[in-house]
């Protein structure tokens, strides 16, 4: 009889929400910062990116490793990032700015960073909408289109991240290493999509690793 839940399945929804079970717990002990909504905006938000990541991780373990379930789990790291960007932004919206626009108008003409990250959560709605079987059956192929989105999605996130930190992300200067980091996975995550770099991952699989594995099993 086939499990319910797998574990990757199992993993994946209990890392999804554990910076919630995280703020919660800390707001329970007071150990959130001395500013608690720019704190639980930047966590929300670098969840939010993390996510995103893992999200963007599916395929090239299915195209490099030949391991097919991350490939079921994409939507559901997907629909999570969605939520925690939705945090991000509302808490932005409401608890920081008390929905005052004009305060808002002007803080994305000053911070660019904030215009760079409302991009992003934008184009990240329709794909949030779309992600579902029945979206699929009714877009067909320009369902894939649409979903590619996410390509250019994840990079405005980690710019918006890093341009929000204090120094100079654009010329490594600061509080960025963390930003470069997610950079530096999204483009690698977004180079091994390349076809030829795809087709030559897969070739040294199942040439050599393939073999390889099976030689140890035997």
């Not at 660019?112 to 709605?125: M, Y």
């Not at 909408?129 to 996130?157: E, G, Q």
């Not at 341009?163 to 963390?178: H, I, Y």
């Amino acid at each position: 009889m086939k499990a319910r839940f797998t574990p990757l399945q199992i993993l994946v929804h209990l890392y999804a929400w554990s910076a919630i079970a995280h703020l919660m717990f800390d707001f329970a002990l007071g150990n959130l910062s001395p500013n608690p909504i720019q704190d639980l905006e930047q966590r929300t938000g670098r969840h939010a990116i993390t996510l995103l990541v893992l999200s963007l991780l599916c395929t090239p373990l299915d195209s490099l490793l030949g391991w097919k379930e991350p490939l079921e789990r994409r939507r559901a790291l997907g629909l999570y990032a969605f939520l925690y960007a939705a945090l991000h932004m509302l808490i932005y919206l409401d608890l920081d700015y008390a929905l005052a626009w004009s305060r808002l108008l002007q803080n994305v003409i000053e911070k660019p960073f904030v215009l760079v990250g409302a991009v992003a959560f934008l184009l990240l709605v329709p794909l949030a909408v779309t992600s579902f079987d029945v979206w699929k059956r009714r877009l067909r192929k320009n369902w894939k289109r649409l979903h590619r989105l996410v390509y250019l999605i994840a990079p405005l996130a980690v710019l918006h991240y890093g341009l929000s930190k204090k120094g100079d992300f654009l010329q490594l200067q600061g509080d960025v290493t963390r930003p470069l980091v997610y950079g530096l996975l999204v483009l690698i995550l977004l180079i091994v999509r390349v076809p030829v770099v795809r087709r030559m991952f897969v070739s040294f699989r199942t040439r050599y690793l393939l073999p390889l594995f099976r030689r140890h099993l035997a």
